[in-house]
């Protein structure tokens, strides 16, 4: 499973642009291409504040 | 490092305001032509409306200069405040000052908003702002001892040239026995010979027994500072705890405290892990949005982001607490001890980096080809120590690296340096020359506004090409972020009041990423609340980091997320519980709004302030060159003829960059409409009288300035 199909499944991720997968960040434009690993912990972060 | 020696010339005692509901409501006036000191009780009236922080410094400002005042007259004043919440130990957050002066680079008013004890100590010594004028006839240093209660000006000879010695000295030379009552503002050699000179704020760290500091950086406050030949300003307080700023309701304020830093400790490892990594997370994020700046702002992305990304800061930054103020749980003032330069004048010693920051890694790193972590932090330390601001430092050698390796300046006219972009030892050459003032260093030291005309003045260059290149606005350099693909985070840079700094507005991620603003209205908006809210932290002493970089999890459940409004409310209850002025967040805005349209007629006054100032650089809008085009044609090639429906099946790239050109200058002038209708402002971008009325903000001298501007 992507980070994308994921993603899909959840209600309300409009605001998800990154996430802390396994402690590394990944943001959107890789979503479709990271694969998650078994037994991964991953936080969505909300959107990015910046500045 | 020999003893200081400092000849004491003046001393005034004073009774020390007690502070009450976060204010003493006293201002302290030096002006170092003649040495002398002046306390004032300010007016209940300016309180109202001007709240404090940056509305006092621009109140007392405006006050001091006259229209034709420019930066390095006598009459200009830096004014540094703390704001009625500032020195609150423990809210996340709670103790920042700000500065304002006429900037050097802008003609106008610039603020800086500032970690490190000294507005609060300053504040807790009995004024809530102090006024710097005039000019001394040789170097020095000022003590405002809240303990002693008394004002001193030394003589000083001999002191350290550089910030960092100086600070660490100076902090034992007030106290020796208890150095975390000291707070020392200084700049440095760079600050004198440059006009993007930065202002260092300390603290003194008792876990790691060192002074540490974080920087005032922009629009060269630290010039005006070594241009009256302030040394350094000293601030000396003793304890401070949750009752020093007496407020109305102490137990309202340790709850809203004790629930925001809770969170805090509770969120923020799930988010950006800040107290880990600072703000350095977002060199990765950035690169991968395409955001972050890459040879001098030509691209957004490379593939060596990642060795100058938190993945390799989080290894080298010291471990142990970072709050810039007492308490703060984001505790994000990261630094690096045991550093060894490499070059310059500390040379194979070992000193402690403060830093980097975000900005200071994509301005000093990517933005430059540079993709070394340590290159980074050596930057980042000379910098300080000189008293340069990272950012403009970054921008401006990014110009000129772009210049080089166009042909447009050449080794000729670099003093023999190879200036393309990577090169690491040129960058830190150049750095070194701007401390002294000399070589090639003293013209990049000027800025990309004097850059650009004495280059095309001296040596020949095309003026247009650097105007689409040259990333400054109003004089100031830019940030460090990518706007081509946002239109409203260029709207945030190029109406922002004191040039291009993102604390006004950012809005890349709303905008760009989640498409939450599609239209001119909704990007209007957006560019009315966020600068306000964002005023507001300044006006009260806060850093708005809090705010936004850790959000409540249940955040993407409320009406506006983007706004996390929970916390606002929080901040509302904040500023209740200090000033007993019961507050709702739309008070917030309306406070901000004064002020900010204040700052706005504050800019006509010294010239500026009209829509023409309001214009970009191309490169923030779109693609200068084929290379660049190039360099992302899908997307631009889908815009051309999915969004503006033209047929591109005959057109060169030159042709199509032209096309692309037209489509986005015009959208951005829509965009200005927009904004200005929204902020009660005319079309030439001038606050209208009406506004001004609703604002309370139509006194006598600001329907003055409007009316020699046609607004009757
Ligand atoms: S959030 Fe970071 S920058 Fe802001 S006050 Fe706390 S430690 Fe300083």
């Known amino acids: 499973m992507t980070i994308a199909d994921l993603l899909k499944q959840m209600p309300d991720v409009r605001f998800c642009s990154v996430v802390r997968l396994n402690g590394k960040l990944v943001s959107s434009p890789r979503f479709q291409e990271t694969r998650i690993p078994d037994n991964a912990v991953i936080y969505l972060l909300p959107l990015v504040a910046g500045g | ?712």
């Open chain 2, 1 to 712: 490092m020999g003893p200081v020696k400092l000849n004491e010339v003046k001393t005034v005692s004073y009774d020390r305001a007690e502070v009450i509901k976060g204010y003493t409501d006293r201002s302290l006036h030096i002006n170092l032509t003649g040495n002398d000191i002046r306390i004032d009780a300010i007016d209940a009236a300016v309180k109202d409306k001007f709240i404090g922080g940056k509305g006092y410094d621009l109140w007392f400002m405006w006050q001091a200069v006259q229209g034709a005042t420019k930066w390095n007259d006598p009459e200009n004043a830096l004014c540094i405040s703390a704001g009625p919440l500032g020195g609150t130990p423990g809210y996340p957050g709670g103790g920042k000052s700000i500065v304002t002066t006429i900037s050097p680079l802008t003609g106008a008013p610039i603020d800086s908003n500032v970690g490190g004890y000294f507005g609060p100590y300053k504040k807790f010594s009995g004024f809530d702002v102090i006024t710097l004028t005039g000019k001394a006839d040789q170097d020095i240093v000022i003590l405002i001892d809240g303990i002693e209660s008394r004002i001193k000006i030394f003589n000083a000879a001999d002191l350290p040239d550089n910030a960092y010695d100086l600070s660490e000295a100076l902090t034992r030379y007030f106290d020796e026995e208890k150095p975390v009552n000291i707070s020392v503002v200084t700049a440095g050699p760079g600050a004198e010979n440059t006009y993007f000179g930065c202002l260092n704020f300390s603290w003194y760290d008792a876990g790691r027994k060192r002074v540490r500091y974080k920087q005032a950086g922009r629009g060269g406050t630290g010039t005006v500072l070594a241009d009256k030949r302030i040394k350094a300003v000293v601030a000396r307080y003793g304890a401070v705890s949750m009752k020093s700023n007496q407020p109305a309701d102490l137990e309202a304020l340790k709850t809203v405290t004790k629930t925001h830093a809770k969170e805090i400790h509770e969120l923020d490892g799930k988010q950006n892990r800040m107290a880990l990594v600072g703000t350095t997370h977002l060199v990765p994020i950035m690169n991968d949005h395409d955001c972050l700046p890459t040879h001098n702002f030509k691209f957004g992305s490379h593939p060596e982001a990642a060795v100058i990304g938190e993945d390799v800061y989080e290894h080298i930054f010291d471990k142990g607490f970072d709050g810039c103020w007492r308490g703060c749980a984001v505790a994000c003032a990261h630094g690096v001890k045991d550093f060894s330069p490499f070059t310059g004048p500390f040379k194979g010693t070992r000193v402690f980096v403060d830093g980097p920051e975000y900005e200071t890694v994509a301005g000093c790193g990517s933005n430059l080809g540079i993709f070394d972590a340590h290159t980074i932090l050596e930057i980042n330390f000379y910098c300080d120590a000189y008293g340069l601001d990272t950012i403009s430092v970054g921008t401006s050698i990014g110009f000129v690296m772009e210049c080089f390796e166009n042909g447009l300046i050449t080794t000729e006219h670099t003093g023999g340096l190879e200036l393309n972009f990577g090169n690491r030892y040129g960058t830190l050459e150049l750095i070194h020359q701007m401390a002294k003032g000399e070589g090639f260093g003293a013209i990049v030291g000027k800025g990309i506004r004097q850059m650009k005309q004495i280059f095309a003045d001296k040596f020949n260059a095309d003026p247009g090409f650097m105007q689409d290149i040259g990333m400054e606005s109003k004089g100031l350099e830019f940030s460090e972020y990518i706007t081509k693909e946002s239109l409203a985070q260029q709207g945030g840079y190029g109406l922002a009041l004191k040039g291009p700094q993102h604390d006004e507005a950012w809005l890349i991620f709303l905008d760009m990423v989640h498409n939450f603003m599609p239209t001119f209205e909704n990007k209007a908006e957006a560019l009315h609340w966020f600068p306000m809210f964002r005023t507001w932290f300044s006006l009260c002493g806060l850093c708005k980091l809090p705010w936004n970089d850790i959000v409540p999890e249940d955040n993407k459940d409320t009406k506006e997320p983007a706004k996390v409004m929970k916390h606002v409310q929080w901040y509302a209850d904040f500023f209740s519980a200090v000033t007993g002025r019961e507050t709702t967040p739309d008070d917030l805005i309306a406070m901000s709004e004064a002020v900010y349209n204040f700052q706005r007629v504050f800019n006509l006054k010294m010239g500026y302030g009209t829509r023409e100032h309001d214009t970009l650089p191309y490169r923030a809008m779109g693609p200068v060159t084929v290379e660049e085009y190039d360099s992302r044609r899908d997307r631009y090639d889908t815009q051309l003829t999915d969004t503006y429906g033209m047929d591109i099946s005959g057109m060169d790239t030159a042709a199509k960059v032209a096309a692309l050109r037209k489509e986005r200058e015009s959208q951005y002038e829509q965009l200005k409409d927009a904004v200005y209708d929204r902020r009660g402002w005319t079309r030439n971008g001038i606050p209208t009288k009406e506004t001004v009325q609703r604002l309370g903000i139509d006194f006598p001298e600001v329907l003055e300035v409007l009316a020699e501007n046609g607004i009757q």
